[in-house]
């Protein structure tokens, strides 16, 4: 099947993909950006951040592929690591998001496990949100076509208030839901239409 996306849609389609392991189409997809001019920066970034939903194998293979195709591309320098800093903008960031849920959102999390509750702000919010190369909108969308996708309903949920929180539109929301049907057989945007519709009625949108 013959994918035919815009510009400005096909990062969480590439998002997606990685994540189900569809290697054949994400090698697809990254030559319909390189012929529509995305910046391997960009491509990096979406592939990368799917470590902290499909997992570093998923993550390895996907970048591996992608180097393929930019082979002279020199790899960008490693940040500084300032654990503090990625904390501290973890948690200013993550309390954006969830306002004055924050700390229920933290408090629930730690009941099970506090490691994750301090990974989610030094790891999630803080060493990959906080990363250049994609705007924290593009970020939420292609974190809401992976969910989406793998089927994490609560997940979802939260991100499609992140991407509202971005500044994205429920249109935009929308547009990369539905267009997840088109990653193969399967109906991949079911679930997240279904979160999505009680998301605006619970919201009053």
Partial sequence: MKIKLSKKDLLPQIAAVSALNDF????????????????????????????????????????????????????PKVADMNLFHFRKMGEV????????????LIR?????????????LLEGYGKVFGRKGLSFKER??????VLTVMKFEDQLYSHLNGAIKAKATIEEIETVIKNLILIGKKNYSRLGEKV??????EKGI
Wanted: with cysteine.
């Fill in 93 to 104: 960031r993550c309390r954006k998001v969830y306002g004055n849920k924050y700390e229920k």
């Fill in 140 to 145: 939420e969308l292609c974190i809401v076509a």
């Fill in 196 to 201: 999505l519709s009680r998301y605006k009625v």
């Fill in 24 to 75: 054949n189409k994400l090698r697809q997809l990254i030559l319909l950006a390189k012929d529509k001019k995305i910046s391997f920066t960009k491509l990096y970034e979406t592939l990368l951040q799917n470590y902290l939903f499909a997992g570093y194998p998923s993550a390895l293979s996907s970048l591996k592929i992608l180097k393929e195709y930019f082979p002279k591309i020199k790899m």
């Fill in 108 to 120: 629930n999390i730690k009941k099970f496990s506090p490691e994750l509750s301090e990974w989610l």
